[in-house]
């Protein structure tokens, strides 16, 4: 089965710090999602990306959050200055086609543990 | 009221066992329903979507009330490999967001 790909899966930074969040789609998806999880509570939603541009966010998705598909592949979340608050596990999805039922296929996630 | 509700269990069975797990969600424009699996520390997986009529995959039968609400799982013949949290998730369609709105989950742990 086609997969999502992120990197990193461990990420260590300081508060304050500048991160990127890196994922590479299915090549032939065109919705992109991004989605964190706090240890311990639900998987929350914070962006959706489509025709190159944010379709929905959510109240977490604020300021401090940006994404891009800089090239054609690869799909980035920045957190321009992170907080402690940001620690979490961050997934990746695409998806290929729009429609309630297409399945989200989830990356791996990338654990960000903000000291 | 939160947004998909579901009891976190634990829910411990032995092996062989039926277990059944349910859900109720807030917003009645919800379009779409699934159950998805999540082992410890890994990403969601999709189980099965949820449809009005019920739906069957297996040993796992979904069930949709919307009148009501409320999600149904039912799991039969439990296996070991079943344990997992099981994640109840509606779609409210905004167009081309389609964002899914997961509830905390329900743990199983399936034992000898």
């Known amino acids: 089965e086609p997969e999502v790909t992120q990197t990193p899966s461990h990420q260590v930074t300081q508060m304050g710090q500048e991160v990127i969040l890196r994922c590479v789609p299915i090549s032939n998806h065109l919705y992109f999602y991004w989605y964190r999880q706090i240890l311990g509570q639900k998987v929350e939603f914070l962006v959706s990306?489509?025709?190159?541009?944010?379709?929905?966010k959510s109240e977490i998705f604020d300021d401090q959050f940006s994404v891009e598909r800089p090239d054609g592949s690869n799909f980035t979340l920045k957190i321009r200055s992170t907080k402690l608050e940001d620690s979490a596990m961050y997934f990746c999805?695409?998806?290929?086609?729009?429609?309630?039922?297409?399945?989200?296929?989830f990356g791996s996630g990338t654990q960000l543990s903000v000291l | 009221r939160k947004e998909v509700e579901q009891d976190p269990g634990p829910f411990n069975v032995p092996e062989g066992a039926t277990v059944a797990f349910n859900c109720t969600y807030s917003?009645?424009?919800?379009?779409?329903f699934f159950w998805y699996r999540q082992d410890c520390r890994k990403e969601p997986k999709l189980l099965m979507s949820v449809y009005s009529s019920g739906n069957e995959d297996g040993r796992f039968t979904a069930q949709l009330n919307r009148a009501s609400q409320y999600i149904s799982l039912l799991i039969r013949d439990s296996k070991l490999s079943d344990s997992a949290t099981y994640l109840c998730?509606?779609?409210?369609?905004?167009?081309?967001?389609?964002?899914?709105?997961f509830g905390t989950g329900t743990r199983l742990q399936v034992t000898l």
């Open positions: 998730v509606v779609n409210v369609d905004t167009g081309t967001a389609s964002k899914l709105t």
């Open positions: 917003n009645s424009a919800s379009q779409s």
């Open positions: 999805a695409s998806k290929s086609r729009a429609g309630n039922n297409e399945k989200l296929f």
């Open positions: 990306f489509y025709n190159n541009e944010i379709s929905e």
